[in-house]
């Protein structure tokens, strides 16, 4: 029995520490790491949330029901923590000699939320007491944080997303962007324009990786998304790239590095697998028919286009194999609205099992 017990305190100290560790990953280090209980959340909630769909038909519902589908799954990861943080101590309260589960239910219970209505029975207990009342405020005051952090970062990835729809339109394109920058602002614009989104693309990596729930909260409006925005800037930019007839635009192929590179982390973070080193003749989701009506539609209003459509397919092909899976997979996994080439074709791509989910993250290869 006595081997039983230490078994016991140590189980109980280690899901202590392992639940501590995945609080403060999740919320205070500055990095973007696959922390797996966060993951698992989320994740679950998906599951939850993909369910609930099956009974809901229009658009305009489904956007509704996945707008708290973020607010619900952050919200429940401070009730993970606790929950665990629970049982671990449960686990060593019972250790140390008490004899009724009840008991260190309410035991455990009544230090974690500070409540103090149960007596400890010794030294011991009265130490993990303590202890235990001191993490709980701890975790309090890490969701406090936590909260204020969301939003800052969430405003500041929808007002870029926001301006996007009077240069690119709603749902966002290509074709939109070009035309609008042409008629409006001039072909050179695109290049200022390119360097405020490779910005924007690594302020989203850091804060969508670091915050994960991030991923999902929606945009105010319906048919507006960051995914698919971000989409339709790193086609953009792949076009001007390679089919615009102007002198090279280094800004745009840093814009496209910096997007593709976003992506993948993101994709890493939900284990969504991908060709790390795509060969630039690997196929593409984009037809060769929808980018020549893109082309001809351009060359109807005077866009100068190189002359070789051949090339200038081959080159674009080239930019977008970089993203192309995780642009679509990701459009997937949170359902974003329809919008050209991206949103708007089947992928391959489904969520890992839960095993996968929790012990198997994906390993990202070489940038």
């Not at 701890?138 to 990835?157: K, Q, T, V």
């Not at 009077?166 to 614009?189: D, W």
């Not at 507006?224 to 792949?238: E, F, I, K």
């Not at 992506?263 to 028919?289: H, K, M, N, Q, W």
């Amino acid at each position: 029995m006595i081997a039983v017990r230490a078994l016991a305190f140590i189980a109980g100290g280690a899901l202590v520490v392992w639940t501590l560790l995945s609080a403060v990953r999740a919320v205070v280090l500055p990095r973007g790491e696959v922390v797996r209980l966060s993951r698992w959340v989320f994740l679950t909630w998906r599951d939850v949330f993909r369910l609930i769909l099956h009974f809901v038909d229009s658009f305009d519902q489904r956007d509704r029901v996945m707008a708290l589908y973020g607010p619900v799954a952050l919200l429940t990861l401070p009730f993970a923590w606790l929950v665990l943080m629970l049982t671990g101590f449960m686990l060593m309260d019972w250790a140390l000699g008490a004899h009724s589960w009840r008991h260190v239910f309410e035991l455990s219970g009544s230090s974690l939320f500070t409540f103090g209505y149960v007596q400890p029975g010794g030294l011991p207990q009265t130490i993990l007491a303590f202890t235990e009342a001191i993490f709980g405020l701890g975790l309090l005051a890490l969701l406090i944080s936590f909260l204020p952090s969301i939003y800052a970062a969430f405003s500041r990835r929808e007002q870029l997303v926001a301006l996007l729809e009077t240069r690119a339109g709603n749902p966002p394109s290509v074709e939109q962007m070009m035309r609008r920058y042409f008629i409006i602002h001039g072909l050179e614009q695109l290049t200022p324009q390119f360097g405020r989104w490779e910005e924007w693309f690594a302020d989203v990596e850091e804060t969508h990786t670091s915050q994960a729930s991030l991923v999902f909260f929606r945009s105010p409006l319906p048919r507006r998304s960051w995914l698919t925005a971000a989409g339709a800037v790193l086609d953009s930019a792949s076009f001007a790239a390679s089919t615009l007839d102007r002198p090279r635009d280094s800004q745009a192929e840093l814009c496209i590095r910096a997007g593709y590179l976003c992506l993948r982390r993101i994709a890493d973070f939900f284990g969504i697998r991908y060709d790390p080193d795509p060969a630039s003749t690997d196929p593409i989701s984009v037809t060769r028919e929808e980018y020549d009506a893109v082309y001809d539609d351009l060359a109807e209003v005077g866009v100068p286009l190189k002359a070789d459509r051949d090339q200038a397919w081959r080159d674009f092909s080239g930019w977008r194999v970089n993203y192309d899976t995780v642009l679509i997979s990701i459009a997937v996994l949170i359902m974003a609205p329809e919008a050209p080439w991206s949103s708007d074709r089947p992928t391959q791509y489904q969520p890992p099992s839960m095993a996968f989910r929790v012990f198997r993250p994906h390993r990202p290869g070489r940038s």
